[in-house]
């Protein structure tokens, strides 16, 4: 075993790490029982909150080699696992559909969905967010219908499980409303977008920065259909909203503004978007 020079990790030359699976398979069980706790030390280890730091990257990207060995030689135990081992393979379906590995993703998730209902039921919430997982990596890979088809799922189960104002169930109404914005569906697209509005509206209040999101969504669809004048409406009321909530420093404010400098131009009204522009100029600058 070596400590390295910079930090506190360790490493195990290959040919122990070999001597010891070969030691351990002469006591199943306890070959068993040093596979799972491996498999729980890693999952446990990533972070799969949307709120990761700069360092969850980085501390996922050195123990990539990790998790790929742990998991490799963990599998064939996790039949035996528990609510842990659901939860760890839906943190591992997390780690690999960030990396843009769909399909290790789904076989994780696939193994956690598995385990959730079993354990849990249909309508857990845990089994929910596992399925709702399952439903954006079809949304990344393309695959719309199916997106759909699994978003549809969690939804029902969300609605009944949590009800229909419910933040959870307010995120899956967005996402189904943007699946439909993606694959050019504009009409489906308002309205979901419009469903998922009135919750957010009720349920977080108007200036919520996810209530602005959608606000914002929604004026991009009527850009998307050259309805210019409703997507200057809407720009409008985001951009009004979030400088409010968060700021005009914030990256989503300055995002809305650039929209409608965009929007301003191309209708000709040179005014008003040189005007937007000197704001976003100062928003952006050094001194601020």
């Known amino acids: 075993m070596k400590r390295g020079n910079h930090d506190d990790s360790f490493s195990i030359h290959p040919l122990v790490h070999s001597w010891a699976r070969l030691r351990l398979r002469s006591e199943p069980q306890k070959e068993i029982e040093k596979a799972m706790e491996a498999f729980e030390i890693i999952s446990s280890g990533v972070v799969s909150s949307d709120k990761r730091r700069t360092e969850d990257w980085i501390f996922e990207q050195q123990v990539m080699p990790h998790i790929d060995a742990v998991t490799k030689h963990a599998t064939q135990y996790l039949a035996v696992g528990n609510t842990k081992v659901h939860g760890g393979a839906n943190s591992l379906g997390d780690v690999y559909w960030r ?4 399909g290790k993703a789904m076989e994780w998730y696939g193994r956690a969905l598995a385990g959730r209902e079993k354990a849990l039921g249909v309508d857990h919430p845990d089994t929910l967010t596992t399925v709702h997982n399952m439903a954006s990596v079809y949304d990344s890979q393309g695959q719309y219908e199916k997106a759909l088809e699994w978003y549809g799922r969690v939804l029902a189960g969300e609605e009944k499980a949590l009800g229909v104002d419910h933040p959870n169930t307010l995120t899956t109404v967005h996402n189904m409303a943007s699946v439909y914005d993606s694959h050019g569906q504009y009409e489906k697209a308002l309205e979901w977008y419009g469903r998922a509005l009135a919750g957010e509206e009720k349920a977080l209040g108007v200036d919520h920065p996810d209530t602005l999101t959608t606000v914002h969504n929604m004026a991009s669809v009527y850009k998307s259909q050259g ?19 968060i700021g005009t420093n914030h990256p989503r ?21 040189r005007s937007l522009r000197t704001r976003l100029q100062a928003a952006t600058s050094p001194s601020n």
């Not at 990396?99 to 769909?102: E, I, T």
């Open 99 to 102: 990396r843009g590995w769909y």
């Open 227 to 245: 309805q210019y004048d409703k997507a200057l409406e809407w720009y409008g009321r985001a951009l009004a909203g979030r400088e409010k909530s």
């Open 253 to 273: 404010t300055q995002t809305t503004i650039r929209r409608l400098v965009g929007l301003y131009e191309r209708s000709g009204r040179i005014e008003q978007a």
